[in-house]
């Protein structure tokens, strides 16, 4: 079955730039889809399609994708930011969606 | 206001059934497919099911194909998930999660309801 694999934590200071890895066989391939999901809450979408971003979601949120790594990007992380974040594809192989494992962001 | 509300969870004994009901507003509903997806207590995400608008494509996780069964009443505006042959790891909250047809991802999300399987 097709993985998506995250790193489990990732710590960031206050205003500094923190960094989500989503790795896949060629997800690049793949329309890549980003949740924020703070304790508590239902997940929100964050960015779609890769890079793409909802309405009402900040600029300091962006996504990219190279061969088979995808990525989130927070830029000037505020302490609001700190959530789990999952990474998300519908793999057209299997007719299946895929959730990656998950991250904790933790705001220093 | 756009919204889901799912319904229906509850504690039911191993190899018990539940019926899980999810209530759409503020949006057609009939030019949406849906999904559920569930996270068991302190643990990720795992999508469950997806129904389209006709509900022409249905899809499962291997984990629950043939004991869950998703459908959906258009002119009800709602979306149902039944489970059957309930195991202990079927333990989760379960949410709905609206579609975007164009992208594929899950642009709106219920609050979910609880499910607990235990004897």
Redesign the interface.
Known sequence: ?YVLTQPPSVSVAPGQTARITCGGNNIGGN?V?W?Q?KPGQ????VV??DS?R?SGIPERFSGSTSGNTATLTISRVEAGDEA?Y?C?V?NSSS????????TKVTVL | EVQLVESGGGLVKPGGSLRLSCAASGFTFSSYSMNWVRQAPGKGLEWVSSISTSSGYIYYADSVKGRFTISRDNAKNSLYLQMNSLRAEDTALYYCARDDPRTRAFDIWGQGTMVTVSS
């Not at chain 1, 239902?42 to 979408?45: E, F, G, H, I, S």
């Not at chain 1, 007719?95 to 998950?102: E, N, Q």
């Open positions: 079955s329309g889809h949740y999901q239902a997940p929100v979408l779609y399609d793409d909802p789990d999952y998300q519908w007719d299946h969606y895929v959730f990656g494992t998950g």
